[in-house]
C-alpha cells in the first residue's frame, strides 16, 4: 500500500509523488495531497482490474484517473473538468503518465442537462472544491460548458467503440443529486457500476432513491457526516 507522510505547514510544493504501480503527479497544495491519499492509501474507490471503459466525472487534476489506469491496464478512461486551470493540471498528468492513447480528457462539467452553467471560481477555492452554482451567482464565477450524463454516456461509447461503462465515478460537489434525479428511464442501462461522493447540497435518500429505481442496488456505503460520504453502487 502506498503510505504518504507529510505535514500541511512542511511540505515544499510542488510535491512529486510516486506510487510503486508507477504514477506519477504533481501535488500543488495540501488538498491535492489528500486527494492523492483519499485514493492511493484510504482505497475509496475500488477499480475493475478487468475494467474496459471509466468514466471519471470531476476529475480534477487526474488522480484518480492515473490511479485507474494502473489497476485497469487496459482500459479506456473519459474525464471531465471544467475549471480552465485544474484541466491543464489534468492534462499534465495525463501526458506525464503516458496515457494519451488511453484517456480522452473533456473540458465540461457533468450536469442536469446540456449548456452552460456558472463555477466557483474564487481564488482561495481548493479546485477540488469548486462547484456549479445558480443563478448568475454571487462573487467569483466563470461560465463553463455542461454536459448531461445521457450526451457523455452516448458520447463516451461512441469515442471508444465500447458498448459497456464498467465504472461511472463521481465526485461533483452536489451536482451529482441534479445529474442522477433528473436523468430520463434507461439513461444508465449500459453503466456497471457507480461510485460516487455525495455531498450535503441535499438529502441523500431521494438520491439513493433515484440510483435504486434505475437499477442499483448500493454495496457500501462510508458514511462522513450528515448526508455526506462516499457510496459504491452496481447493477443489479
Known amino acids: 500500500m502506498t503510505r504518504l507522510f507529510l505535514s500541511p505547514s512542511r511540505n515544499r ?8 504501480s508507477g504514477v506519477k503527479l504533481e501535488l500543488n497544495d495540501w488538498a491535492d495531497i489528500t486527494t492523492a491519499w483519499a485514493i492511493f492509501c484510504r482505497r475509496e474507490y475500488a ?16 488522480v484518480f484517473t492515473a490511479y485507474a489506469a494502473s489497476i485497469a491496464s487496459r482500459a479506456k478512461i473519459v474525464c471531465l473538468e471544467p475549471f480552465p486551470k485544474t484541466y491543464s493540471e489534468l492534462q499534465k498528468t495525463i501526458k506525464d503518465n503516458d496515457l494519451s492513447g488511453r484517456v480522452i480528457p473533456l473540458q465540461a462539467a457533468i450536469a442536469g442537462e446540456t449548456g452552460h452553467r456558472r463555477i466557483d471560481a474564487a481564488a482561495d477555492t481548493p479546485g477540488h472544491a469548486r462547484k456549479l452554482v445558480s443563478g448568475n451567482g454571487a462573487g467569483d464565477t466563470l461560465i463553463v460548458p455542461t454536459m448531461s450524463i445521457s450526451e457523455l454516456i ?15 465515478k463521481i465526485d461533483v460537489e452536489g451536482s ?14 449500459p453503466v456497471r457500476n457507480i ?25 457500501r456505503d462510508n458514511v462522513y457526516g450528515v448526508d455526506a460520504g462516499i457510496a459504491h453502487f452496481q447493477a443489479a
Open 154 to 168: 452516448d458520447l463516451a461509447r461512441e469515442s471508444t467503440g465500447l458498448s459497456a461503462v464498467d465504472l461511472l
Open 195 to 219: 461510485q460516487l461522493e455525495y455531498h450535503s447540497d441535499a438529502p441523500k435518500a431521494p438520491l439513493f432513491a433515484a440510483l435504486k429505481a434505475a437499477g442499483f442496488r448500493c454495496t
Open 47 to 62: 477499480i475493475p482490474s478487468d475494467a474496459k471503459l471509466i468514466l471519471d466525472l470531476g476529475a480534477n487534476i487526474g
Open 13 to 20: 510544493y510542488p510535491y512529486a509523488f510516486r506510487s510503486r
Open 176 to 189: 451529482e443529486h441534479e445529474i442522477f434525479q433528473t436523468a430520463a428511464p434507461g439513461t444508465l442501462a
